[in-house]
Structure formats: structure tokens, C-alpha cells
């Protein structure tokens, strides 16, 4: 059984920087690639950041790349996003999800199995 859950999340000035981590409770962490998403309000979930099952592989949307950091520890089955130098238009609910493809990182929601509750980034101006 998997089970994600996020934290992390808050509110921060406009150029700060947080660190979401995503907790896996169960005994498969390892053999899953992770994924990182985010929905703002009326607007569709969208793609963020991706690793694969050994963390030596990741991929990012263009707009995220260059600030946020997507990163694991398989032994304490968590993943991490860090983002820097935020943005107002980077507020959003922010969802971890496990895809059990493993081998690779993906980048549509279709391919991931498993999701977290979210955790809310609020970026303010």
C-alpha cells in the first residue's frame, strides 16, 4: 500500500524559497519514479518535476527549470522539491505522486499511480 503525504507547503515572499518533502509510508519507495505536481485554481493539474526509481535521472517543465531541485532519499522513502527564486504564478496546490513504471521519469499524470493529499505554496507579490 502506498500512501503520500506532503508538507512543506506556506506562504512565501515573492524570490523566497521552500522545500516540499512527500513521505511514502509503505515498502515500495524505492521501486517507484516520483513525481511532482501542482494545480493552481480553474486551471488543470499541471506537470513539475520527475525522477526515477534511483534518483540519478530527472526531468522539469520549462517553466520551473533552472529553480526547482526534485530529489530522493530511498531510505527514507521521501522525495523532496526544492524551489527557489519564486513566483506569484507558482502558487498552487502541490502533489507528489508515484508511478509504479519505475524505470524512467514521466511526465503525464496518466502515468502515475499513487497521489498525494497536496499541500498548498501560496506566493505573494
Known amino acids: 500500500q502506498v500512501q503520500l503525504v506532503e508538507s512543506g507547503g506556506g506562504l512565501v515572499q515573492a524570490g523566497g524559497s521552500l522545500r516540499l518533502s512527500c513521505a511514502d509510508s509503505?515498502?515500495?519507495?524505492?521501486?517507484?519514479?516520483m513525481g511532482w505536481f501542482r494545480q493552481a485554481p480553474g486551471k488543470e493539474r499541471e506537470f513539475v518535476a520527475a525522477?526515477?526509481?534511483?534518483?540519478?535521472?530527472?526531468y522539469y517543465a520549462d517553466v520551473v527549470k533552472g529553480r526547482f531541485t526534485i530529489s530522493r532519499e530511498n531510505a527514507k522513502n521521501t522525495v523532496y522539491l526544492q524551489m527557489n527564486s519564486l513566483k506569484p504564478e507558482d502558487t498552487a496546490v502541490y502533489y507528489c505522486?508515484?508511478?509504479?513504471?519505475?524505470?524512467?521519469?514521466?511526465?503525464?499524470?496518466?502515468?502515475?499511480?499513487?497521489w498525494g493529499q497536496g499541500t498548498q505554496v501560496t506566493v505573494s507579490s
Open positions: 525522477i526515477n526509481w534511483s534518483g540519478d535521472s530527472t
Open positions: 509503505g515498502h515500495t519507495f524505492s521501486t517507484y519514479a
Open positions: 505522486a508515484a508511478s509504479r513504471l519505475g524505470g524512467s521519469y514521466y511526465y503525464t499524470r496518466y502515468e502515475y499511480d499513487y
